[in-house]
């Protein structure tokens, strides 16, 4: 078998010591190959040798029968007695150079890798492809080393560009998490897993057939479907300010009509505030954060908002809940990362939040961003940003919306939004905004309540629910570009009411713009470029 032929898709990691009580082994693999699998790896840590031979030429059989590469688990011995396409060694096994000589030309080697360094070597050592992980926490097997974790499994696949290695991701994958560890590992440079390994995602299943084909049809749609954050109607020629404006336009009336649920994990300090604009535009809001009712609260929401303005414990652990849940059900998140330059404790946060779940909209402001990506470019104070902005803003937002896989919104003087295609520069707005307390904060659930009629509409439209390449359906790139621009426009004319004094005065008479803003006035008031 050429090695170039082989599909990685969907990497199945055998444990007999999993199987569901009176479910046979052979059975069980073959079920998983008629479903879909398309590489097997046979590990048995604790089975004498010719138990192990006799496992594995069995297993090889079946595997034939299916035309699907059949790999041992470091026993050399066992891979050439049964004549198996290859090997898979872990960082304590065999060197890949000494596993080559003893391995018939063209056999499969794979190896292990858990850091930047071990990848490195691999790809010194000629390994054919890499498992990398482990991507979350698993209880198929004791770690002795740090989760990657799905953000980190990204950086490391930037090592591979312009390599033949093909790379599969492994650690606690299964059908809740699949479609966020494919979106999420994609590099900045466009770099993806090749496939997913997975071991009880499927073993466990006492119906191994379905289980693997749920998981293939994930992986097929992903790879085969449009991009996670453009909009299925948007034409092959691209954005420009007419189809922006018009599009903003429909998403302004049609908020009056679906009246979607906003569900806002958000800043205490703020809630009151965000609730009021979230009326005010013709949505709805809910402010709860007990993890308890978050796959409640997913199941009838439009869009989640997480703000982590105030953390609490309990804060905490709802939005980790929130975000899974949301994602489950293709429904779009919009994240701000609050301060997250100002201690050490929000920025592992927001760390094990991107690695929990992911986000269709991060917001923030310069000092955020810069923190979110460890840049020294932009620095923060508090929840502010200190000194002067990036150099090329354009460049940051286009950079940072690849490798985060989301629409990114940079706010300022001067608005940044990027789909990591093309960038929206808005210059909308009044000085007034950044005297006042939580205009960011009310900011983002402008942003998510036009994510939630943007993906109600697509829904709608394709009458079929989201399919399942996709995280969310709808055009959010348009949908964050409406946020921002309706608040802003809102704030000008607030600004100018007679009734408006100065910044404890412009609040009350802002959500009283935003209530009676209309499509018309935003677009003589609209100043965006698109680049």
């Not at 399919?467 to 348009?478: C, H, K, Y």
Request: glycine share 10%; charged share 20%.
């Amino acid at each position: 078998m050429l090695q170039t032929s082989i599909d990685y898709s969907l990497y199945l990691v055998t444990g007999r010591e999993l199987l569901p009580q009176g479910k046979d082994y052979l059975q069980s693999l073959e079920e998983s190959l008629e479903g879909g699998v398309t590489v097997v790896q046979i590990r048995e840590k604790k089975a004498e040798t010719a138990e192990f031979l006799d496992i594995a030429s069995k297993s090889k059989d079946i595997c034939a029968r299916y035309n699907v590469p059949l790999l041992i688990n470091d026993r050399i011995d066992i891979a050439l007695a049964v004549g198996a396409d290859g090997v898979h060694i872990g960082q304590t096994d065999m060197p890949v150079s000494i596993a080559r000589k003893l391995l018939p030309k063209d056999s499969i080697i794979g190896v292990s890798c858990n850091t930047i360094e071990e990848l490195e070597m691999a790809i010194k050592d000629g390994a054919d492809y890499v498992g990398i992980g482990a991507v979350y926490a698993t209880q198929t097997k004791d770690l002795v080393k740090p989760l990657v974790g799905v953000r980190g499994v990204g950086s490391m696949l930037r090592l591979l560009d312009g390599t033949s290695i093909k790379a599969v991701a492994i650690g606690g994958i299964n059908l809740k998490n699949v479609l966020r560890t494919l979106h999420g590992t994609v590099s900045e440079t466009g770099h993806a897993l090749d496939g997913i390994a997975v071991v009880s995602a499927i073993v466990t299943s006492i119906n191994p057939r379905q289980a693997a084909a749920d998981l293939a049809e994930i992986i097929r749609e992903f790879k085969k479907g449009p991009s996670l954050t453009r909009g299925l109607s948007i034409s092959t020629n691209g954005y420009t300010v007419d189809t922006i404006i018009n599009s903003i336009t429909t998403l302004m009336k049609s908020i009056r009509i679906l009246n979607p649920l906003i569900h806002q994990i958000t800043n205490n300090v703020v809630t009151t505030q965000s609730a009021n604009v979230t009326i005010a535009l013709g949505a709805s809001p809910i402010m709860a954060t007990t993890a308890d009712e978050m796959s409640d609260l997913a199941e009838i929401c439009g869009a989640l908002l997480v703000n982590i303005g105030t953390l609490t414990p309990p804060a905490y652990a709802g939005m980790l809940k929130a975000g899974f849940h949301v994602n489950a059900l293709k429904k779009p998140v919009v994240f701000d990362p609050v301060g997250v330059g100002a201690t050490e404790f929000r920025k592992k946060v927001v760390k094990d939040l991107l690695d929990k779940w992911q986000a269709t909209v991060i917001k923030g402001n310069a000092g955020e961003l810069a923190a979110l990506v460890g840049s020294n470019e932009v620095a923060s104070k508090g929840v502010d940003t200190a000194g002067e902005g990036f150099k090329d803003p354009v460049l940051f937002v286009k950079t940072l919306a690849r490798r985060e896989r989301c629409i990114i919104v940079l706010t300022g003087k001067t608005d940044y939004i990027s789909d990591g295609h093309t960038c929206a520069i808005l210059n909308n707005g009044h000085q007034f905004l950044g005297e006042i307390t939580g205009s960011g904060c009310a900011t983002g659930s402008c942003i998510a309540s036009y994510c939630a009629v943007a993906s109600l509409l697509a829904r709608a439209d394709r009458k079929m629910g989201a399919i399942p390449g996709q995280l969310v359906e709808g055009d959010m790139f348009v949908a964050a570009i409406a946020g921002l621009l309706v608040f802003n426009v809102a704030a000008e004319f607030a600004a100018v009411r007679g009734d408006v004094k100065g910044p404890g005065t412009f609040f009350p008479a802002l959500v009283d713009e935003l209530a009676s803003l209309t499509p018309e006035k935003v677009v003589r008031r609209v100043k965006i470029q698109i680049v």
